[in-house]
């Protein structure tokens, strides 16, 4: 037997903790690894495939990052190709990923990824590429699982950064915004919000108006509070408003999500007089050691995926559900991305202790 393993989209802590649990899982059964370099460029001839055993994967689980590299503009059904004037066209190579695959003798790819890595997974097994799909994301949004790896860094990452907020904007009485990821959902704002005890949380579930924001700000002040963090979700919109997008994207790459932070501290600021300021948090939401939850959840995934290839599950991914985890269609999965229900017993609980969803 011969595996392939590629990781796809933005990083997420944990990638090398599912490497590593699949290589030792895969070993153990005396199958031989694979790894595809940044995304799938290594099986398309722009990077490497290299092998990866025992030795390979030692000291990584805790690392974050993936020692096999990624991104997130290599759909290999539309694969950018730089032509000779320099523009770049997109190109179905597909068919050629799965010559090559054959040409190798892989048997199963075992693509770690969120929903756009994984419909990538679906399509290429639709095409006769034996896969099993691993779901990461650190924005939560992935159906089918209970949660993916990654989220529980990021949102501790966004935690420990709201209670250094809270020590300068209380000493200098202003209100910061600091705005995290999550492109269309809400889960890091909301789990970080709460639990680093923001005053106000916007996230796009909840559309916001900013006059009831301002209020639930001077509401603050007049009980002598003249400080509040803001967490505000990339993707959080006013109600009837759009998405906030950054710039134009690179071809092959979605469209950014963002910029939505420094707008809700400038209107907090023309309408209180208070003074405000702004951070976007960004990639040290992606970056850094996995917690202990995501690496035993990464781990967990790892060997689940193998031993998902070694029963022949093909176009399944694994998924948490509590307290196991199993195998569902891919398709199943990515049918309805996860959001946060406004009904939330954490919603609840935020509104209960006294946090604004602006609404
Ligand atoms: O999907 C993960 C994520 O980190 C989103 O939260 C964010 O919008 C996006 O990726 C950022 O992507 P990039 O690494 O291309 O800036």
Redesign the pocket.
């Known amino acids: 037997m011969r595996i392939a393993i590629s990781t796809g989209?933005?990083?997420?802590p944990g990638l090398n903790a599912v490497i590593r649990a699949a290589v030792l899982s895969a070993v153990d059964r005396g199958w031989h690894v694979l790894g595809i370099r940044k995304g799938y460029a290594g099986l398309l001839g722009d990077d490497d495939v290299v092998p990866l055993g025992r030795d390979d994967v030692r000291g990584i689980g805790h690392l974050g990052g993936t020692i096999l590299r990624t991104t997130?503009r290599g759909d290999p059904f539309a694969y950018p190709v730089k032509r000779p004037d320099g523009s770049i066209v997109e190109v179905d190579r597909s068919d050629q990923l799965i010559e090559n695959a054959r040409n190798l003798g892989i048997n199963a790819v075992i693509a770690i990824g969120?929903d756009g890595s994984l419909r990538i997974a679906e399509r290429l097994g639709q095409k006769g590429l034996r896969v099993v799909g691993v779901p990461k994301?650190?924005?939560n949004?992935v159906g089918g699982t209970v949660t993916t790896f990654g989220f529980d860094t990021?949102v501790t990452t966004a935690m420990e950064a709201i209670d250094k907020l809270h020590t300068t904007a209380e000493s200098h009485d202003r209100v910061i915004v600091m705005e995290?990821?999550?492109?269309h959902a809400g889960f890091?704002a909301l789990h970080a919000g709460l639990a680093g005890a923001a005053h106000v949380i916007l996230i796009p579930e909840i559309p916001y108006d900013i006059e009831v924001v301002c209020e639930a700000i001077m509401a603050r002040e007049r009980r002598g509070r003249h400080f509040d963090v803001v967490v505000v979700a990339?993707?959080a919109m006013p109600k009837g408003g759009q998405e906030s997008i950054m710039g134009a994207?690179l071809p092959g790459?979605?469209r950014?999500?963002?910029g939505i932070g420094e707008r809700v501290a400038h209107e907090i600021q023309q309408r209180t007089g208070k003074e405000c300021r702004s951070i976007v948090l960004?990639?040290l939401?992606?970056g850094g050691m996995p917690t202990g939850y995501d690496r035993l959840l990464a781990t967990r995934f790892g060997g689940a995926a193998v031993e998902a290839v070694e029963a022949g599950k093909w176009g399944h991914m694994v998924a948490l559900r509590s307290p196991h985890i199993v195998t569902i269609p891919i398709g199943d999965a990515l049918r309805e991305p996860r959001r946060v229900d406004p009904n939330h017993d954490i919603v609840r609980t935020a509104r209960r202790t006294g946090i604004s969803f602006g609404d």
């Open positions: 989209g933005g990083d997420a997130n969120g994301t650190i924005d949004d990021a995290v990821m999550g492109r890091i990339e993707g994207s790459q979605d950014r999500v963002g960004g990639h939401q992606r």
